[in-house]
């Protein structure tokens, strides 16, 4: 069987190259995406990042990322978005000011909660996720397995049949892995959480 090839969009963010390391070392191809025009070849596609909101959405806009995404979206063919990059596939996010995100799986990003008795912001550290259905992402994952997280922000979905999974962070319970049909996020980064972590992107590739 032909190696499965996985499309990452190159829109500036960093942590690219963990990202193809982790689908490579699971046996994927990696095509690096620089041209929004790129995108209507992807099968499977991925959307890294990390740092702000309002960067991200400005430079996948000012590369025409924004709507090709949505149109791949919109064809039906997996999309992943991965800790920025799931955020990113929300309404609107709320770092320094508001600004409208892919508009992809209905919802919002706001920030960590600062009051957390013995928590930092930024969220460092490894976190279990409670699997809230039974989705294809989670395929041989035992629920509440830990995974890496690196974030200041969260996403807040509209509606309940999106979250697939969910993280505490003190008393706050927030939504760490949402799916909508094709489309897909996970705020923590699998590419980092090591086997557990592999076996997600393992499952992201069998999706059809």
Same mark, same amino acid.
């Given at each position: 069987?032909?190696? #499965? @090839? =996985? +499309? =990452? ?15 490579? $070392?699971?046996?994927? &191809? ?12 992807? %099968? +499977? ?10 960067? %991200? ?24 978005? =991965?800790?920025? *990059? ?7 996010? @709320?770092?320094?000011?508001?600004? #409208? ?5 209905? %919802? ?18 490894? +976190? ?12 041989? =994952? ?8 690196? $974030?200041?922000?969260?996403?807040? @979905?509209?509606? @309940? ?8 962070? *003190? ?8 799916? &909508? ?7 923590? +980064? ?19």
């Amino acid at each position: 069987m032909s190696a #499965k @090839t =996985i +499309h =990452i969009i190159d829109y500036g963010s960093s942590n690219l190259l963990s990202i193809a390391r982790a689908f490579e $070392h699971i046996g994927a &191809k990696v095509v690096m995406v620089q041209k929004a025009s790129d995108i209507s070849n992807a %099968g +499977h596609l991925v959307l890294p990042g990390v740092g702000a909101f309002p960067d %991200g959405m400005e430079a996948l806009v000012n590369a025409g990322f924004d709507k090709a995404i949505q149109q791949h979206a919109t064809a039906g063919k997996p999309l992943l978005g =991965i800790c920025l *990059g799931m955020q990113l596939l929300l309404d609107i996010g @709320t770092e320094m000011h508001e600004v #409208k995100g892919l508009e992809l799986i209905p %919802g919002k990003v706001l920030a960590l909660p600062k009051d957390q008795a013995h928590l930092k912001v930024p969220n460092i550290n490894w +976190h279990p996720v409670s699997q809230l259905s039974d989705h294809p992402l989670f395929n041989s =994952i035992p629920n509440n397995e830990m995974f890496y997280f690196v $974030h200041s922000y969260y996403a807040q @979905t509209n509606f @309940t049949e999106n979250n697939i999974g969910q993280t505490a962070f *003190g008393s706050l319970m927030f939504i760490s892995v949402i799916a &909508k049909n094709n489309i897909m996020g996970t705020q923590f +980064h699998p590419e980092k959480s090591g086997e557990m972590g592999l076996q997600l992107l393992r499952n992201f590739i069998r999706l059809t």
